[in-house]
């Protein structure tokens, strides 16, 4: 498929077997590997495990109010502390009703899909234009000293981005959530990024597939200099992201549901939609270091301590379905 001539992503055919063996980038970790594409990324830390729920409102609602009940039928006791103890047996009430309905609202610190330290619900993986015939090879690692803060670090996606043997662009992709996320409750996926003034695309798919439709929205990044430090928060509403196939939009295409996650992808391309090209794009070496990328709700949440609070403070995992 001659994707230089009609100015778009070409279809990316299965993985070549040579991929595993070709070196991604000087680093001693690195991180390799995504549906589709050779190689095997390392399992990141992350939450413990995605709590879940079901995803339909209905069971939800009966699931919660259940567990509300049980908390009510038990949360009044007295004992022999008297008022002091009704009063920790109301908070203890209190921080497991927060628990059980936390997933179905969303949390205020948002979900992470990716920190800076590497940490997120899936590992991540290149998935370059070298498996249609470019040249163009990238990867993501973990680099300390590279985030925001002194000291802290960041996932580097870099690499170096070439046009030759008609190719242009360099991706990045988590592995297939499972199950997929159900992110309905939160209004659309923010990152923080220190940009180089090139223009990237975030990528959503609610279908497994790697070769499936895909929910694209461009973005603009800032360069360092002129006193900033080129640090700039992305905030991406799940309405504004536009239905593409193989760079093609589609008109007729349903929008995206956000309750149904299955991969995030962040790609540097020449390509923009329907045979236009990347204004900002410029082929050769390329960095665009991330601290985090999550969902993010529409409002914060509020609520109490406890259990919940800690759960919101790092940015725990919504109900999935």
Not at 282 to 296: D, Q
Request: neutral net charge.
């Amino acid at each position: 498929m001659a994707a230089g001539a009609r100015g778009e992503e070409p279809q990316v055919p299965p993985p070549l077997p040579r991929l595993a063996a070709r070196p991604l980038l000087p680093s001693a970790e690195r991180h390799r590997g995504c549906d589709g594409v050779a190689g095997t990324a390392p399992s990141p830390g992350g939450p413990a495990g995605i709590r879940t729920a079901t995803s339909h409102a209905s069971r939800s609602s009966s699931a919660v109010g259940g567990r509300c009940r049980s908390i009510a039928a038990g949360g009044g006791g007295s004992g022999s502390g008297g008022a002091a103890g009704a009063a920790a047996a109301r908070a203890s009430a209190e921080r497991q009703l927060l628990d059980a309905v936390a997933p179905l609202l969303g949390l205020s610190a948002g979900y992470t899909l990716l920190s800076g330290d590497g940490t997120g619900p899936s590992g991540w993986g290149a998935l370059d234009d070298v498996v249609m015939g470019g040249v163009s090879l990238s990867g993501i690692e973990r680099i300390d000293g590279a985030g925001e803060a002194t000291g802290d670090p960041a996932m580097v996606f870099r690499g170096v981005v070439s046009t030759d043997n008609s190719g242009g662009f360099a991706s990045v992709r988590c592995r297939n959530l499972s199950p997929p996320l159900d992110a309905g409750a939160y209004e659309g996926i923010e990152l923080r990024i220190k940009g180089d003034g090139q223009r990237y695309k975030l990528i959503l798919r609610t279908d497994p597939g790697w070769d499936s439709i895909a929910y694209c929205h461009s973005f603009d990044t800032v360069a360092p200099g002129s006193g900033g430090s080129g640090w700039q928060t992305i905030r991406v509403p799940f309405s504004e992201f536009l239905p593409v196939f193989r760079a093609k939009t589609l008109r007729d295409g349903s929008p995206l549901d956000a309750s149904s996650l299955c991969s995030v992808q962040l790609m540097l391309s020449k390509f923009e939609y329907d045979g236009a090209l990347n204004p900002a794009f410029r082929a050769g070496a390329f960095e665009l270091p991330i601290a985090r990328i999550a969902a993010y709700l529409p409002s914060a949440v509020g609520g109490g301590g406890g259990d919940a609070a800690a759960g919101m403070a790092a940015g725990a995992p919504p109900r999935v379905v």
